[in-house]
């Protein structure tokens, strides 16, 4: 092999295994997002004492210039059957930025104006000391996620999953049955626009959203349209036309 082809090779496996580690961040912190949007559908809610809270603002220097990151951060106490806590947990948004207008909105509608009348802190029954102020899903983050893992991480996800069929096929011996692997693909991207539909509260979304979502949905479907099809070919026929990286 090339001195040249070797660097290209081993300057495409350093793309795609970095572009590969920010698809694991993004598919952890959707799949956090998610599970403990839809985990705190059965919190409790108590009263809660807010000791401080404010919308803080920071900056960062980028490329583009200097960018400004603003999170509603707060202090709070609350009492779970005779025991006292304290948290400093707003939402389920990571970061030092809220991210989005609509998840910083809403934590400062709970902090000033709670429909309740007073504060209320959302706490895990089987966690007591875990609370959160805002339990719905902070929907922004989680779809920018989403698409972000398609464009630009696409490949690299693409190449994980061809990467795991080529272990099983050589675990179990199964060479001459390669999965469809875009089908696969376009499933398991497509399909995360159903947690955000569920879950982000209601009227949430405008045209653009919805564009997105949109989008997600018909990946989705020509991704379940494919393995259906593969599903009910014949064996003789399903290997035929399908390639597998090596």
């Known amino acids: 092999m090339k001195a040249s ?3 290209t090779r081993w300057l ?5 295994g970095a572009f590969g580690a920010v698809a694991i961040f993004c598919s952890w912190t959707y799949g956090r997002a998610v599970w403990m949007s839809w985990q705190a559908s059965d919190w409790v809610a108590v009263p809660a004492q807010v000791d401080h809270w404010e919308v803080k603002s920071t900056t960062s220097t980028t ?7 603003t999170q509603v951060v707060a202090q709070y106490r609350y009492t779970w059957q005779g025991q006292d806590y304290a948290s400093t947990r707003v939402g389920f948004s990571r970061g030092t930025d809220n991210f989005s207008d609509d998840f910083r909105r809403r934590a400062i509608s709970a902090l000033r104006d709670p429909p309740a009348g007073h504060v209320v802190a959302w706490i895990d029954p ?17 779809l920018f996620m989403a698409i972000f893992l398609i464009m630009p991480c696409g490949i690299s996800t693409f ?14 011996d199964a060479r001459d049955n390669p999965a469809p692997i875009g089908s696969i693909w376009a499933l398991l991207h497509g399909a995360t626009a159903i947690p955000i539909i569920a879950l982000a509260p209601p009227g949430a979304f405008g045209f653009g959203p919805w564009l997105l979502i949109g989008l ?14 593969r599903l009910t070919e014949t064996p003789h026929a399903a ?7 090596r």
């Open 5 to 7: 082809d070797r660097f």
């Open 216 to 229: 997600l949905l018909t990946i989705a479907a020509f991704g379940f349209k494919g393995l259906v099809a």
């Open 126 to 142: 089987e966690r007591p000391g875990y609370a959160v102020l805002v339990r719905s899903l902070p929907w922004e983050q989680a």
């Open 159 to 172: 190449a994980m999953i061809a990467g795991l069929d080529l272990l099983r096929m050589r675990l179990f």
């Open 12 to 16: 495409a496996y350093l793309v795609v």
């Open 63 to 69: 490329s583009r210039g200097i960018r400004t990151h």
């Open 239 to 245: 290997g035929k036309g399908l390639t597998h990286p």
